[in-house]
T-cell receptor, first 113, second 114 residues
Framework: AQSVTQPDIHITVSEGASLELRCNYS??????LFWYVQSPGQGLQLLLK??????LVQGIKGFEAEFKRSQSSFNLRKPSVHWSDAAEYFC???????????FGTGTRLKVLA | EAGVAQSPRYKIIEKRQSVAFWCNPI?????LYWYQQILGQGPKLLIQ????????DSQLPKDRFSAERLKGVDSTLKIQPAKLEDSAVYLC????????????FGPGTRLTVL
């Protein structure tokens, strides 16, 4: 069965600092991987997704993520965080050939001015 | 392009009462999803429709939850009777059709059961 682990419940970074949010997944085959962001009172917005091909994926708002099969990871990165990036971030895994996503428990990002 | 619409945005009810949520997906999107997001957790899929047929409702508590998608467009999710543990945000999402298509989420309905 698919599963997703986001080990960090809360992360605090200073504005302008770099960011890395961790995501580990469990799935037998090549998964579909996603990062979503949720601002307070808002729905989820897709930042980026990986289906196949280049393992370094570029997304919106300056985010990128790298798929590492050997580590079963899909970590999200941003070189310089802005105050507006404060939100909750969810990693999700989808099984190929299905529509079902399994979401992690989320990482809440706080940005210090 | 208009996004996924949901109403109401907030609802407070007492346990054992009934409640209904409405979702209007993005025009042309064949697939519609209802998720339950309990505080501190990620969204959990309750039910998935492809047009007006149910694809997956394995995690829907069918003794109290029901959902329908008439004419393959709008959808309603109903809870009857509600329990305290149903307090959560209910998210609706839609996608074009393929499993590779992005799911677009609505703003959600926050339900509080007292």
């Amino acid at each position: 069965a698919q599963s997703v682990t986001q080990p960090d419940i809360h992360i605090t970074v200073s504005e302008g600092a770099s960011l890395e949010l961790r995501c580990n997944y469990s799935y037998g085959a090549t998964p579909y991987l996603f990062w979503y962001v949720q601002s307070p009172g808002q729905g989820l917005q897709l930042l980026l997704k990986y289906f196949s091909g280049d393992t370094l994926v570029q997304g919106i708002k300056g985010f990128e993520a790298e798929f590492k099969r050997s580590q079963s990871s899909f970590n999200l990165r941003k070189p310089s965080v802005h105050w507006s990036d404060a939100a909750e971030y969810f990693c999700a895994v989808g099984a190929s050939g299905t529509y079902k996503y399994i979401f992690g428990t989320g990482t809440r990002l706080k940005v210090l001015a | 392009e208009a996004g996924v619409a949901q109403s109401p945005r907030y609802k407070i009810i007492e346990k054992r009462q009934s409640v209904a949520f409405w979702c209007n997906p993005i025009s042309g999107h064949a697939t519609l999803y209802w998720y339950q997001q309990i505080l501190g957790q990620g969204p959990k899929l309750l039910i998935q429709f492809q047009n007006n047929g149910v694809v997956d409702d394995s995690q829907l508590p069918k003794d109290r939850f029901s959902a329908e998608r008439l004419k393959g467009v709008d959808s309603t999710l109903k809870i009857q009777p509600a329990k305290l543990e149903d307090s959560a945000v209910y998210l609706c999402a839609s996608s074009l059709a393929s499993h590779q298509d992005t799911q677009y989420f609505g703003p959600g309905t926050r339900l509080t059961v007292l």
